[in-house]
Every structure is written in structure tokens, then in C-alpha cells.
């Protein structure tokens, strides 16, 4: 079964920092994964998704993540953060991995906060 | 090229009560899932709709149900409302089809029970 853990429910960075998301999934079969971000009061929005093709994906407003198959891991980076990161943050996992549409599996989230 | 549609975006409901929550998939789009996303967690798949039939099911209970129509929108539908069932209600259409599939979401229908 595909299951996927963010690590750290909030983190808060300065604007300019770095950001990093951290993320790592179970899956049975190779995997497909998201970031969605979802801005309060508001639904989901796709960042990027890794779909067996390049090890590092670049998604939108700047993001990236990097498919680590030995680590487990789809962490997402922002070189430099900008007050307008400000949001909530979800990895999701494929249910049925690659090669079909399965049904997504998120995690619990992470709030990203930025300090000005 | 319209996005995913929901409505209405906020209402309330006595216990017990039905609700039915609409969407209007992104054009192209002939699939739709459903979502249900408590607050401070993570969204929880509830069902799929692909050619008007159920097309997998979360851990759901059967008064949870849904529709899907000819022009590809949907409905969920639930029956015998807790209080537990206040969450936001999230829609998602997709295309098989897409060489690299993705899921376009709505902005929710945010439910209260009390």
C-alpha cells in the first residue's frame, strides 16, 4: 500500500531563506508523486509532480523536488522564500502507481510561515 | 479552457440533515474524484467517477454516494449527516488521456454540521 509522512507540520523560514519541505513515501510499485500547495480558505494547487521521467522536477513560483528512490524521499526546495510562500504545503502519492490514474494519497500537510 | 467548479462554496446543515455538493469538471476532463479534507489534515480520497459509474471507492460508508452525469459534472451526496462529516469537500477532474496526468482542483465546498 502507498502511504506517504511529511515531516514537521510547520516550519518557519526568513524571507530569502531556504526552503525545504521534507517528504517521503511507501509505495508497492513505482511511484507517482505531487506537491500541491493550498493557500488558506482556498482548494488545491499543483507545484509538480514526478512521473518516473527526471530525478528533479522543477514546478511552479520557483519550486523544485528531487526523486530520491534509495532515500524514500520527494523533499520540495525554494532557493529563496518569499512572503507570498506563505501556505500550507501537501505531498501526495499515487495509489495505483505508475502507468495509470490512480487516486492520490496525501500527507498531513506542512505549513510553511515566512518571517519578514 | 475553465477550471473545476464547486458550489456552493459554503453552507451549514442540522445533523442528520442530506447535503448535496456540486462540480463542474475542467473542460476535457471526464473523471472526478471526490475528497474530503478535515481541518488540519491532509484531503481523504472518498470516491471516483469515470463514465458515470463509481470507479473506486475510499473508506467511506454508503451514505456517502455520488453522480456523475453525461457533461462529465458530478454530485456528492450525504446522507444522515455527523458532526464529524464538517470538513472541507473537494473536487478533482483528470483525463486519463493526458500523457502526464494531473488532477485540477476546486475550491472546495467548506460544510458545517451542527
Known amino acids: 500500500a502507498q502511504s506517504v509522512t511529511q515531516l514537521g507540520s510547520h516550519v518557519s523560514v526568513s524571507e530569502g531563506a531556504l526552503v525545504l519541505l521534507r517528504c517521503n513515501y511507501s509505495?508497492?510499485?513505482?511511484?507517482?508523486l505531487f506537491w500541491y500547495v493550498q493557500y488558506p480558505n482556498q482548494g488545491l494547487q499543483l507545484l509538480l509532480k514526478?512521473?518516473?521521467?527526471?530525478?528533479l522536477v522543477k514546478g511552479i513560483n520557483g519550486f523544485e523536488a528531487e526523486f530520491k528512490k534509495s532515500e524514500t524521499s520527494f523533499h520540495l526546495t525554494k532557493p529563496s522564500a518569499h512572503m507570498s510562500d506563505a501556505a500550507e504545503y501537501f505531498c501526495?502519492?499515487?495509489?495505483?502507481?505508475?502507468?495509470?490514474?490512480?487516486?492520490?494519497?496525501f500527507g498531513k500537510g506542512t505549513k510553511l510561515s515566512v518571517k519578514p | 479552457e475553465t477550471g473545476v467548479t464547486q458550489s456552493p462554496t459554503h453552507l451549514i446543515k442540522t445533523r442528520g440533515q442530506q447535503v448535496t455538493l456540486r462540480c463542474s469538471s475542467q473542460?476535457?476532463?471526464?473523471?472526478v474524484s471526490w475528497y474530503q479534507q478535515a481541518l488540519g489534515q491532509g484531503p481523504q480520497f472518498i470516491f471516483q467517477?469515470?463514465?458515470?459509474?463509481?470507479?473506486g471507492r475510499g473508506n467511506f460508508p454508503p451514505r456517502f454516494s455520488g453522480l456523475q452525469f453525461p457533461n462529465y459534472s458530478s454530485e456528492l451526496n450525504v446522507n444522515a449527516l455527523e458532526l464529524d462529516d464538517s470538513a472541507l469537500y473537494l473536487c478533482?477532474?483528470?483525463?486519463?488521456?493526458?500523457?502526464?496526468?494531473?488532477?485540477?482542483f476546486g475550491s472546495g465546498t467548506r460544510l458545517t454540521v451542527v
Open positions: 478533482a477532474s483528470s483525463s486519463p488521456t493526458e500523457e502526464n496526468y494531473g488532477y485540477t
Open positions: 509505495s508497492s510499485v513505482p511511484p507517482y
Open positions: 514526478y512521473t518516473s521521467a527526471a530525478t
Open positions: 501526495a502519492v499515487s495509489d495505483s502507481g505508475g502507468g495509470s490514474q490512480g487516486n492520490l494519497i
Open positions: 473542460s476535457g476532463h471526464n473523471t
Open positions: 467517477y469515470y463514465r458515470e459509474e463509481e470507479n
